[in-house]
């Protein structure tokens, strides 16, 4: 196990590489850039150039000859000022160079300054988190406190009409994701064409900070309601159904049968005995489950509910082509899904020793 342990560590600034280095590529092949998009603003919105380049002389060389640039929007610029702009934004470097420099600056954590922010994106992103870590975790715990009792209860009722009505909605919640189950409560809790019962952004009220402690903590919890129930119905299916087949595969089991020869009561059997083995890995599981909701559901569901988390940053970020932002949190989601991986893994081999991840790689 500890070589097994020591071989994920290693494979983790691997693993990293290789995705901040993809996604490297794809940018530097995208259309347009904050360059571009700033010579747009200059241009088409008559911004003032001098906020741009520090100072209103260069302002002033921005004339209206045709400049020979690989920007669209450089013509009818001074190519010197166009210069600046890249010097500002680091693109006077190649591309290999500014790659290098990120990586540099990633290893001691330093995730440079947002081009349009003044802030740094480490900051940024700890501002954002708790947002995002916030949603995951109550979304996480109540799919638990939902799957669990749901998967004992289809295992002991197999094949019972209770297990076929709950299978329905199980292939429900499998078949529609999670944002679409969003869209239509806010549809019908949120003002959209019944009721107006629940808020439509945001975790917090406007006069969150005069309120008591106590009405914190229910407007706090009533700007959760619908973030989290959609996260919900969008992720208890797999939980629900593994929580099932645990279950079936320990009722079937020889010690279960002997424990009903001894004559003990079924409850006794189901949660004395088969409750014990089954949640083993439903339980080791958590840190995935994490990893899911924080990394794959919660990204549409705060741009929907305008939630100021990590999600609804990063597709800022890539609207406005912010790109020490973009790969800013591109390298904090990995790492953090990375090490929460790992420990999955390694809470499955200590909940259960059968498991050996060693012999499955040779």
């Not at 302002?59 to 166009?82: K, M, W």
């Not at 939902?146 to 197999?158: F, Q, Y």
Request: include cysteine; aromatic fraction near 12%; proline fraction near 4%.
């Amino acid at each position: 196990m500890i070589a097994y342990f020591l071989r994920r560590v290693a494979l983790i600034p691997l693993t990293l590489f290789g995705i901040i280095a993809l996604n490297f590529i794809i940018v530097q092949l995208a259309p347009g850039g904050p360059v571009e998009r700033t010579l747009a603003q200059i241009k088409g919105m008559n911004t003032d150039s001098a906020r741009f380049s520090g100072g209103a002389d260069v302002a002033a060389r921005a004339s209206a000859q045709a400049a020979t640039s690989l920007y669209r929007g450089a013509q009818g610029l001074d190519p010197a000022f166009v210069k600046e702009i890249e010097k500002q934004f680091g693109f006077d470097k190649p591309p290999h160079e500014r790659f290098i420099l990120m990586l540099k600056n990633y290893v001691s954590f330093d995730l440079g300054q947002s081009f349009y922010r003044t802030i740094d994106v480490g900051d940024l992103i700890l501002e954002k988190m708790p947002v995002s870590i916030s949603i995951g975790l109550w979304s996480t715990l109540i799919i638990y406190l939902i799957s669990i009792p749901l998967g004992i209860a289809k295992a002991v009722r197999d094949g019972s009409r209770f297990d076929i009505a709950t299978s329905y909605v199980v292939v429900i919640g499998y078949a529609v994701p999670a944002f679409m189950f969003a869209i239509l409560l806010i549809v019908v809790f949120a003002g959209g064409s019944y009721f107006n019962w629940f808020p439509l952004r945001g975790l917090t009220s406007d006069n969150w900070a005069t309120l008591s402690w106590w009405g914190k903590v229910t407007d706090y919890a009533w700007h959760l309601v619908l973030p989290v129930t959609a996260m919900t119905i969008g992720g208890f299916a797999s939980l629900t159904m593994l929580t099932k087949n645990c279950f079936l595969d320990e009722i079937n089991k020889q010690y279960v049968l002997t424990a009903r020869a001894k004559g003990l009561s079924e409850n006794r059997v189901l949660y004395g005995h088969v409750f014990r083995n089954a949640m083993l890995i439903v339980i080791a599981g958590f840190p995935s489950a994490l990893v899911s909701m924080l990394f794959t559901g919660s990204l549409l569901i705060e741009v929907i509910f305008s939630l100021d988390g990590l999600g609804l940053l990063g597709y800022q970020a890539t609207l406005d082509r912010d790109y020490p932002v973009v790969f800013g949190t591109l390298y904090v989601f990995s790492l953090i899904g990375l090490v929460l991986n790992l420990i999955s893994d390694l809470t499955y081999q200590l909940v259960d020793p059968r498991i050996d991840f060693e012999a499955r790689e040779t």
